[in-house]
């Protein structure tokens, strides 16, 4: 948590109606990125959303409004003035261009953000503080961060590195902190926004109405939102490294580019009021929904060595959050927020085999109700030094149902499973108390520290029919951190830090029984927590024209919870599948560690003619004990460690920014990756992963944007102007072909 | 009495016969010929003393041979006469196990299966990895690959290419439609015939296109080995084997000893890498398809031969299978005796079991595929 701010009530001030500008007023808002977002805010904007463009520097539309990651860490934002530039696909997809994240795509409506090479279940995703992580978040990538609607964000923190001491369970590769959007805090005619958009590598046609006001207490900002999402051209197929063939994922039309299994429908809807009671109390109520339809999975629409026709695809992928919070901010400095919450995610999953007119079909609901505490006092002095604490509380309790069925369409039959993917009535909560402390030992330099005691629970029924054990398993994990952060110079600032964070096994661990990427997965019952040990080190440049910033860090994780292959003697019983799978895994606790190691650097430089360029650059290296049995014939290549899964190879990002004060920017970006050849043992089974790894690539896009008077703004984005052929690594989608994105945005009222 | 007489007696020789590694009593039959509607079909004899291998054939059996200068093979892993898995996973062996659940279910001993038990197999067989999904991809090595580099699994292409996508094409639509027609409890026993017949042929094309596909997925030859034994000892058949090793052992000795040559050529061809000596794998699977197709013929021989035994039900359901599996055998058939091949074609076409010519079809299979 960050900890010593400015008074909310004055930077806020600047910030809200800066927001408001940024979208509905004259001013630029790129060119108010590009100018001011280094620089101090030197007037106040305008509280008339309505007043005349202005150049001035006033509008910091370029920072978050919301900044929850911890200080003294390696972390990165990714602004609504960057969302509005490049124009991203999803909220994924706008993680693309920070450093040491990689995003990759299991399907066109799924992404999943690799941040220190790890992802999914082993990285936490927060909205509005609001924990997303459920109990059957699997191993692995996951779809869940796409079910954030990304025109709902302010701002995306990417917190990278172990941070389970501020929030929890599964923060051992990082923390994604969404934010959402805020209403206007002073007072605002109530007026809708029209916002329409296109794309042509999928015919994406969408739109949104958005409402925002405010009175003196009240505001509110809400939307209804829409999109239809066709198949997706990609620049062409990618080959496999070994031998020049085309891999059986993804499937492709006959022009050799349109991608089968991709495309999506999307409805979203949210609300969110905020009262100010007082100068320092405001309470929130908000909620979001999130629909996705008729999403294939792209990697089993056809399944590998399938028929053409066969498809699993999500029917439904829901996200229904609400909660409502009351914060708390002091001018003394005592800051305080607490939430309640209720999440539901559900899907509902169709695998169809047309051929044999069966249609196997899956449910899952998991509700979490969510409760969260902070306070940070105002400061105590210690040694004549400020000394700031922060205390905290949360928890989250997991109610899960789950069915299977399958029916046979010809005979008008269906089964009833007994489990479904996870077993109906299963109970899991997470959470604990923690302490953080930060203290100004010197001028320049702060110390910060902090603990927390956790506490997991799992419980699972036994199902005898499928020999599925009960789950009754509690762990108490007890992590903390330290760190500290001199500032040697007057440009530069040194950091080191030491994390020490934990992910106890979840339900989709304990209890799931799924056909993977690389084979049949079933469930261990025996998992214990996985703890990671993080040091970092980091140092930042940050002059007039230039910032720079570098991190380097090893990652120690312990009792790592990795698939080990498993011979078919193991399937549990009643599970054909599993048997005559061609591989078969189940995770366990690695009884060796595993390592991370890496470096990430990004710069920002201001150049003359109002042009910035930034870039950023991640290099990650991952190995872990051979979970596999030594082969019995010793000419089969066997070595003890192996690389850890889907580690992200070398990659990096280049942008030059201008804006021109008229309203016209105009930007270039190039994300390149090198080719990825270190393999884990369960990679090489994966038809996600071209045989030998997964080629490197650059693409190129250019953005334009012309904001025209205080009521339109047309943007567009040529992607991938090369039409390069590519993929990020262990992605069964192709990245989309050269192609236009359009987006136009019309307060008329 | 004089049945009952028979059964002691047949007990008795088997008895005396058994080896630890043969069936046990309690083995369900598999090759037909015992359907309660039949109880007494008429018996094959197996009688393959004028054959010989040929002068390139694999024979782990054969110690002399094996380690004789003239030996066309070189020492390798399968010398000891017993199956090295490449890998001790073999999936395959599960799918033989469902075949073998599906039989038991549906049709071994003349069962008139329930429209229940056909839903209950149904789902077995459609099962993720299960047999269906190998059926529905299923090539016939024998026939030259879809036009264009069309795969069989991807949409059209089974059209441009039905002999060689066998499964899509052929093998697939027979299955789906016997299993709706038996789940609706239309003509059980004569649906429950088509699938054992359709699956049958499936069993027998799988091995020789594991075999091919060996040579860049060694694993293959495991699937090749286990497609035929259901991944058991040459005495413990399942699947495919059983069905042989009861009708003509040494036709199932020799189906063996192929298995054994392709797991040898793959020991002796870089284990685990990319094979490159096609010689030495040809060498093997016509070994191998030489022996199966026997084996194969010689189940729809039996049938032929039990046609108009028992009830009419039961010959229904025979009918059927001969209707099913019988057309498969024309490549084969004509390849080596064309005259034979129209015979055969017009026997198994019929649809009225009176009307075949059994005796015709049966000479017709014995002059095409005298020796293993």
Redesign the interface.
């Given at each position: 948590m960050r900890l010593p701010r400015p008074a909310p009530s004055v930077r806020s001030a600047l910030l809200a109606p800066g927001v408001a500008l940024g979208l509905l007023c004259g001013a630029p808002t790129w060119a108010q990125d590009l100018v001011a977002a280094d620089r101090p805010v030197q007037a106040q904007a305008p509280a008339d959303p309505h007043s005349e463009p202005s150049n001035r520097e006033t509008v910091i539309s370029g920072q978050a409004a919301t900044e929850d990651a911890p200080e003294g860490r390696a972390s990165s934002t990714v602004t609504r003035a960057d969302l509005e530039r490049r124009l991203p696909r999803s909220a994924p997809d706008a993680l693309r261009w920070e450093p040491g994240v990689f995003v990759q795509q299991t399907a066109h409506a799924q992404g999943s953000a690799f941040v220190r090479g790890l992802t999914g279940q082993q990285t936490l995703a927060l909205f509005d503080g609001v924990r997303l992580n459920t109990s059957t978040w699997r191993q692995g990538p996951n779809q869940y961060f796409f079910t954030l609607d990304s025109r709902t964000l302010d701002s995306v923190e990417v917190l990278r590195g172990g941070a389970s001491t501020p929030y929890g369970s599964d923060a051992l590769g990082g923390v994604m902190l969404a934010h959402p959007l805020e209403p206007p805090r002073q007072p605002t005619p109530f007026r809708p926004t029209f916002f329409l958009r296109g794309a042509t590598s999928d015919s994406e046609r969408g739109g949104r109405v958005q409402v925002q006001g405010a009175t003196e207490r009240l505001g509110f900002i809400g939307g209804v939102g829409g999109r239809r999402i066709g198949l997706l051209e990609s620049g062409g197929p990618v080959r496999n490294l070994t031998d020049g063939q085309l891999p059986e994922v993804p499937r492709f039309d006959e022009d050799d580019r349109t991608q089968l299994g991709t495309g999506f429908d999307e409805v979203t809807a949210d609300g969110r009021l905020v009262w100010r009671a007082s100068a320092t109390d405001s309470l929130t109520a908000a909620a979001y929904l999130y629909r996705q339809f008729n999403a294939p999975r792209t990697d089993q629409c056809a399944p590998p060595f399938s028929r053409f026709d066969e498809c699993l695809q999500y029917d439904a992928q829901f996200r229904t959050l609400a909660y409502a919070a009351w914060s708390r901010a002091e001018p003394d400095g005592l800051t305080a927020r607490a939430t309640l919450s209720w999440q539901q995610q559900h899907e509902q999953r169709t695998f169809n085999r047309p051929a044999f007119a069966v249609v196997d079909r899956g449910t899952d609901t998991v509700d979490t109700l969510g409760a969260t505490v902070r306070v940070t006092p105002k400061p105590y002095t210690v040694a004549s030094r400020p000394l700031r604490l922060t205390f905290g509380a949360d928890g989250a309790q997991d109610f899960v149902r789950s069915k299977a069925r399958t029916t046979f369409t010809a005979l008008e039959v269906e089964l009833v499973r007994s489990r479904g993917q996870y077993l109906q009535g299963s109970r899991y909560f997470t959470g604990g108390a923690f302490v953080d402390a930060e203290w100004s030992v010197h001028p320049d330099v702060t110390a910060r520290a902090g603990t927390r005691l956790g506490l997991a629970s799992a419980r699972a029924p036994e199902d005898v029919e499928s020999g599925t054990l009960a789950v009754n398993n509690t762990w108490v994990p007890w992590v903390g951190h330290a760190g500290v952060e001199w500032r040697a110079a007057q440009v530069l600032t040194l950091l080191a830090h030491v994390d020490r964070s934990f992910r106890a096994p979840n339900l989709d661990d304990l209890t799931s029984r799924q056909q993977t990427g690389p084979g049949f997965q079933f469930e261990n019952a025996a998992l214990s927590p996985e703890r990671a040990t993080t040091l970092d080190l980091g140092s930042r440049v940050h002059t007039r024209h230039v910032t720079l910033e570098g991190w380097g860090f090893a990652t120690r994780l312990d009792g790592a919870i990795s698939r080990r292959p498993r011979n078919v003697t193991d399937c549990p019983p009643s599970t054909p599948q599993c048997n005559a799978s061609w591989s078969r895994f189940q995770l366990v606790n690695a009884p060796e560690r595993s390592m991370l190691y890496g470096l990430e650097g990004s710069t920002r430089v201001r150049l003359p003619a109002a042009f910035i360029a930034q870039a950023g650059i991640a290099w990650t290296w991952g190995e872990g004990p051979n979970l596999a049995d030594r082969p019995s014939n010793p000419d089969v290549p066997y070595s003890p460690r192996v690389p850890l899964s889907r580690v992200p190879p070398l990659n990096g990002t280049v942008e030059l920014l201008w804006a021109h004060p008229s309203g016209l920017s105009a930007s270039t970006g190039l994300r390149w990756a090198r080719e990825q050849t270190r393999l884990a043992v369960a990679d090489r089974s994966d038809a996600r992963i071209p045989l030998g790894g997964t080629p490197g690539y650059a693409v190129l896009e250019a953005r334009a944007a012309w904001r025209l008077g205080t009521r339109f703004v047309v943007a567009a984005v040529l992607e991938n102007v090369t039409d390069a052929a590519y993929r990020s690594h262990g992605s069964s989608v192709n990245g989309p072909g050269r192609g236009l994105v359009v987006s136009l945005e019309a307060t008329p009222f | 009495m004089k049945r009952i007489f028979l059964s002691l007696a047949a007990v008795a020789l088997l008895s005396t016969a058994c080896d630890d590694n043969d069936p046990k009593p309690t083995d369900p039959p598999d090759a037909g010929g015992t359907d309660v509607d039949c109880p007494n079909p008429p018996h094959y004899t197996e009688n393959v003393t004028a054959c010989q291998p040929a002068a390139t054939d694999y024979q782990p059996r054969n110690a002399t041979a094996n380690n004789s200068t003239t030996d066309a093979w070189p020492a390798c892993i399968s010398d000891e006469n017993t199956y090295s898995p490449?890998d001790?996973?073999?999936?395959t062996?599960?799918?033989v196990?469902?075949f073998d659940e599906i039989a038991t279910k549906l049709w071994k001993g003349g069962k008139v299966p329930t429209a229940q038990e056909f839903?209950e197999t149904?789902?077995?067989y459609?099962?993720?990895?299960?047999i269906?999904?190998r059926v529905?991809?299923r090539e016939d090595v024998h026939y030259p690959a879809a036009p264009n580099g069309g795969r069989c699994?991807?949409?059209g292409v089974p059209a441009t290419a039905p002999d060689r996508c066998v499964g899509?094409a052929k093998l697939?639509p027979i299955i789906?439609d016997a299993f709706?027609r038996g789940?609706?409890g239309e003509a059980p026993r004569v649906q429950a015939a088509r699938i054992e017949a359709a699956l049958l042929w499936f069993f027998y094309v799988s091995p020789l296109s594991e075999v091919m596909s060996c040579g860049s997925a060694p694993k293959d030859c495991d699937s090749a080995w286990a497609y035929y034994t259901g991944g058991t000892a040459r005495g413990e058949p399942k699947g495919l084997a059983r069905y042989v090793r009861e009708l003509a052992p040494e036709t199932h000795e020799r189906a063996y000893d192929a298995a054994l040559a392709v797991r040898c050529w793959r020991n002796l061809d870089n284990?685990?890498g990319t094979a490159a000596n096609t010689e030495l794998q040809l060498r093997a699977r016509n070994q191998y398809d030489k022996a199966l197709l026997r084996g194969t013929a010689l189940i729809l021989r039996q049938r032929l031969t039990e046609l108009t035994c028992g009830n009419e039900e039961g010959s229904q359901a025979r009918m059927a299978f001969i209707n099913t599996l019988g057309p498969f055998f024309d490549r084969a058939v004509r390849e080596i005796n064309p005259p034979k091949a129209d015979v055969l074609k017009a026997e198994v076409a019929k649809t009225n079991a009176e009307d075949v010519d059994v005796d015709a079809a049966v000479a017709a299979l014995d002059a095409v595929f005298p020796c293993p």
């Amino acid at each position: 948590m960050r900890l010593p701010r400015p008074a909310p009530s004055v930077r806020s001030a600047l910030l809200a109606p800066g927001v408001a500008l940024g979208l509905l007023c004259g001013a630029p808002t790129w060119a108010q990125d590009l100018v001011a977002a280094d620089r101090p805010v030197q007037a106040q904007a305008p509280a008339d959303p309505h007043s005349e463009p202005s150049n001035r520097e006033t509008v910091i539309s370029g920072q978050a409004a919301t900044e929850d990651a911890p200080e003294g860490r390696a972390s990165s934002t990714v602004t609504r003035a960057d969302l509005e530039r490049r124009l991203p696909r999803s909220a994924p997809d706008a993680l693309r261009w920070e450093p040491g994240v990689f995003v990759q795509q299991t399907a066109h409506a799924q992404g999943s953000a690799f941040v220190r090479g790890l992802t999914g279940q082993q990285t936490l995703a927060l909205f509005d503080g609001v924990r997303l992580n459920t109990s059957t978040w699997r191993q692995g990538p996951n779809q869940y961060f796409f079910t954030l609607d990304s025109r709902t964000l302010d701002s995306v923190e990417v917190l990278r590195g172990g941070a389970s001491t501020p929030y929890g369970s599964d923060a051992l590769g990082g923390v994604m902190l969404a934010h959402p959007l805020e209403p206007p805090r002073q007072p605002t005619p109530f007026r809708p926004t029209f916002f329409l958009r296109g794309a042509t590598s999928d015919s994406e046609r969408g739109g949104r109405v958005q409402v925002q006001g405010a009175t003196e207490r009240l505001g509110f900002i809400g939307g209804v939102g829409g999109r239809r999402i066709g198949l997706l051209e990609s620049g062409g197929p990618v080959r496999n490294l070994t031998d020049g063939q085309l891999p059986e994922v993804p499937r492709f039309d006959e022009d050799d580019r349109t991608q089968l299994g991709t495309g999506f429908d999307e409805v979203t809807a949210d609300g969110r009021l905020v009262w100010r009671a007082s100068a320092t109390d405001s309470l929130t109520a908000a909620a979001y929904l999130y629909r996705q339809f008729n999403a294939p999975r792209t990697d089993q629409c056809a399944p590998p060595f399938s028929r053409f026709d066969e498809c699993l695809q999500y029917d439904a992928q829901f996200r229904t959050l609400a909660y409502a919070a009351w914060s708390r901010a002091e001018p003394d400095g005592l800051t305080a927020r607490a939430t309640l919450s209720w999440q539901q995610q559900h899907e509902q999953r169709t695998f169809n085999r047309p051929a044999f007119a069966v249609v196997d079909r899956g449910t899952d609901t998991v509700d979490t109700l969510g409760a969260t505490v902070r306070v940070t006092p105002k400061p105590y002095t210690v040694a004549s030094r400020p000394l700031r604490l922060t205390f905290g509380a949360d928890g989250a309790q997991d109610f899960v149902r789950s069915k299977a069925r399958t029916t046979f369409t010809a005979l008008e039959v269906e089964l009833v499973r007994s489990r479904g993917q996870y077993l109906q009535g299963s109970r899991y909560f997470t959470g604990g108390a923690f302490v953080d402390a930060e203290w100004s030992v010197h001028p320049d330099v702060t110390a910060r520290a902090g603990t927390r005691l956790g506490l997991a629970s799992a419980r699972a029924p036994e199902d005898v029919e499928s020999g599925t054990l009960a789950v009754n398993n509690t762990w108490v994990p007890w992590v903390g951190h330290a760190g500290v952060e001199w500032r040697a110079a007057q440009v530069l600032t040194l950091l080191a830090h030491v994390d020490r964070s934990f992910r106890a096994p979840n339900l989709d661990d304990l209890t799931s029984r799924q056909q993977t990427g690389p084979g049949f997965q079933f469930e261990n019952a025996a998992l214990s927590p996985e703890r990671a040990t993080t040091l970092d080190l980091g140092s930042r440049v940050h002059t007039r024209h230039v910032t720079l910033e570098g991190w380097g860090f090893a990652t120690r994780l312990d009792g790592a919870i990795s698939r080990r292959p498993r011979n078919v003697t193991d399937c549990p019983p009643s599970t054909p599948q599993c048997n005559a799978s061609w591989s078969r895994f189940q995770l366990v606790n690695a009884p060796e560690r595993s390592m991370l190691y890496g470096l990430e650097g990004s710069t920002r430089v201001r150049l003359p003619a109002a042009f910035i360029a930034q870039a950023g650059i991640a290099w990650t290296w991952g190995e872990g004990p051979n979970l596999a049995d030594r082969p019995s014939n010793p000419d089969v290549p066997y070595s003890p460690r192996v690389p850890l899964s889907r580690v992200p190879p070398l990659n990096g990002t280049v942008e030059l920014l201008w804006a021109h004060p008229s309203g016209l920017s105009a930007s270039t970006g190039l994300r390149w990756a090198r080719e990825q050849t270190r393999l884990a043992v369960a990679d090489r089974s994966d038809a996600r992963i071209p045989l030998g790894g997964t080629p490197g690539y650059a693409v190129l896009e250019a953005r334009a944007a012309w904001r025209l008077g205080t009521r339109f703004v047309v943007a567009a984005v040529l992607e991938n102007v090369t039409d390069a052929a590519y993929r990020s690594h262990g992605s069964s989608v192709n990245g989309p072909g050269r192609g236009l994105v359009v987006s136009l945005e019309a307060t008329p009222f | 009495m004089k049945r009952i007489f028979l059964s002691l007696a047949a007990v008795a020789l088997l008895s005396t016969a058994c080896d630890d590694n043969d069936p046990k009593p309690t083995d369900p039959p598999d090759a037909g010929g015992t359907d309660v509607d039949c109880p007494n079909p008429p018996h094959y004899t197996e009688n393959v003393t004028a054959c010989q291998p040929a002068a390139t054939d694999y024979q782990p059996r054969n110690a002399t041979a094996n380690n004789s200068t003239t030996d066309a093979w070189p020492a390798c892993i399968s010398d000891e006469n017993t199956y090295s898995p490449i890998d001790p996973n073999i999936s395959t062996v599960a799918r033989v196990a469902a075949f073998d659940e599906i039989a038991t279910k549906l049709w071994k001993g003349g069962k008139v299966p329930t429209a229940q038990e056909f839903v209950e197999t149904y789902d077995l067989y459609t099962q993720p990895e299960g047999i269906g999904s190998r059926v529905q991809r299923r090539e016939d090595v024998h026939y030259p690959a879809a036009p264009n580099g069309g795969r069989c699994r991807d949409e059209g292409v089974p059209a441009t290419a039905p002999d060689r996508c066998v499964g899509p094409a052929k093998l697939l639509p027979i299955i789906t439609d016997a299993f709706t027609r038996g789940g609706k409890g239309e003509a059980p026993r004569v649906q429950a015939a088509r699938i054992e017949a359709a699956l049958l042929w499936f069993f027998y094309v799988s091995p020789l296109s594991e075999v091919m596909s060996c040579g860049s997925a060694p694993k293959d030859c495991d699937s090749a080995w286990a497609y035929y034994t259901g991944g058991t000892a040459r005495g413990e058949p399942k699947g495919l084997a059983r069905y042989v090793r009861e009708l003509a052992p040494e036709t199932h000795e020799r189906a063996y000893d192929a298995a054994l040559a392709v797991r040898c050529w793959r020991n002796l061809d870089n284990e685990s890498g990319t094979a490159a000596n096609t010689e030495l794998q040809l060498r093997a699977r016509n070994q191998y398809d030489k022996a199966l197709l026997r084996g194969t013929a010689l189940i729809l021989r039996q049938r032929l031969t039990e046609l108009t035994c028992g009830n009419e039900e039961g010959s229904q359901a025979r009918m059927a299978f001969i209707n099913t599996l019988g057309p498969f055998f024309d490549r084969a058939v004509r390849e080596i005796n064309p005259p034979k091949a129209d015979v055969l074609k017009a026997e198994v076409a019929k649809t009225n079991a009176e009307d075949v010519d059994v005796d015709a079809a049966v000479a017709a299979l014995d002059a095409v595929f005298p020796c293993p």
